[in-house]
């Protein structure tokens, strides 16, 4: 019964924000491992940040610095705040979740994720 809904995304100019947002249901924020991909045309789909179960973050490098992950996890939501944005960041975000609760987070790559948001667009131009 895990559900996730993604918002937020939009078109920015070069160096500038966009937070992003994913509802969540059906998952216990304390104990389950949330994440941020994307998938841009003729890429495969990469993963963007972790957060776990007790707050621990991770994130891949090309955004390192740039992005931050979060949780809500009264109001059941993630966050990803993007600053100083490039064009390479344009792509179809996702947010997703493990399905296994686990308090460490996995490898940052989709097959280690199992529920998907329907995807938000962002687009960065230059």
């Known amino acids: 019964q895990v559900q996730l809904v993604e918002s937020g995304g939009g078109s920015v100019q070069d160096g500038g924000s966009l937070r992003l947002s994913c509802a969540a249901s059906?998952?216990?924020?304390?104990?389950?491992?949330l994440g941020w991909f994307r998938q841009a045309p003729g890429k495969e789909r990469e993963g963007v940040a972790a957060?776990?179960?007790?707050?621990?973050?991770s994130y891949d490098d090309s955004v390192k610095g740039r992005f931050t992950i979060s949780k809500d996890s009264a109001k059941g939501t993630l966050y990803l705040q993007m600053n100083v944005l490039k064009p390479e960041d344009t792509a179809m975000y996702y947010c997703?979740?493990?399905?296994?609760?686990?308090?460490?987070?996995?490898?940052?790559?989709?097959?280690?994720?199992?529920?998907w948001g329907q995807g938000t667009q962002v687009a960065v131009s230059s």
């Open positions: 997703a979740a493990v399905s296994t609760p686990r308090f460490y987070c996995p490898r940052l790559v989709p097959q280690n994720y199992n529920y």
């Open positions: 059906g998952i216990s924020f304390s104990i389950y491992c």
């Open positions: 957060i776990d179960g007790g707050g621990g973050t």
